[in-house]
């Protein structure tokens, strides 16, 4: 991740930059983040969308299938174990829709997720709060989470917690929306109110309201796919 920052900002120069991230796509984030820090590297700013902190309680397994998951990761890791695709990702009305258009997508994994994988996400669930002086370091100059308050995949809580860890980001904005965990993909209203509040916290943070003024069109949803 880092290195793509690197790499579009050589190609852009004199445009600001701002990574986005949702899930495990916003841990990668933050920590790219920290990683940029180290190479005395700037982004202008940051957007997380429900990125992993804290697992919802709702999406752990019983202890029965971690303590038998825990022998087997080691025997058989390759074994298929669970679907990849099914879960509490987005709202009833669109869950179906969301599930028959990832099973259509040759990029989106259709088989079972494998032992050895599914305890490999356990791990990324649990480190946050283990390297939280490393988290206190990031610093971006502007950050935007948003994250949906009917996630049950990553709670909620674990955003707030990272929200208020990030002390040394003065420019900071929290939203949540009445959504589950997959916030692009959920019903139209929501999608689209999270797009543009995305749109506009970038807008203002690269002067698009003084460009408006001198003809420009302000950002839009579409100009961010």
């Known amino acids: 991740v880092a290195e793509y920052v690197r790499m579009c900002k050589a190609r852009f120069p004199d445009k600001k930059i701002f990574i986005i991230g949702h899930s495990l796509g916003g841990c990668l984030t933050y920590l790219a983040s920290l990683e940029l820090k180290r190479t005395n590297f700037e982004v202008d700013g940051m957007v997380l969308q429900a990125p992993v902190v804290k697992a919802s309680a709702a999406s752990y397994p019983s202890w029965i299938v971690v303590m038998a998951g825990q022998v087997m990761k080691h025997l058989v890791p390759e074994l298929p ?4 695709l099914r879960g509490h990702w987005n709202s009833p009305e669109v869950e179906e829709k969301v599930l028959q258009e990832s099973l259509q997508d040759p990029l989106v994994y259709q088989g ?3 032992i050895g994988t599914g305890f490999g996400y356990k791990n ?9 002086p490393r988290l206190r370091q990031i610093d971006v100059p502007s950050l935007l989470l948003q994250h949906g308050s009917r996630d049950e995949i990553l709670d909620v809580t674990g955003s707030e917690w990272l929200f208020a860890l990030l002390d040394k980001v003065e420019d900071k904005t929290f939203k949540t929306y009445e959504a589950c965990h997959s916030i692009m993909w959920e019903p139209e209203k929501v999608k689209t109110e999270m797009f543009q509040d995305m749109a506009n916290w970038i807008a203002q943070r690269c002067g698009v309201e003084k460009g408006k003024e001198k003809g420009r069109e302000p950002l839009r949803r579409r100009d961010l796919l």
Do not use: C, D, G, H
């Open 112 to 114: 079972k997720m494998r």
């Open 81 to 84: 174990f669970i679907s990849s």
């Open 124 to 132: 990324v669930f649990e480190p946050a709060s283990k390297v939280e």
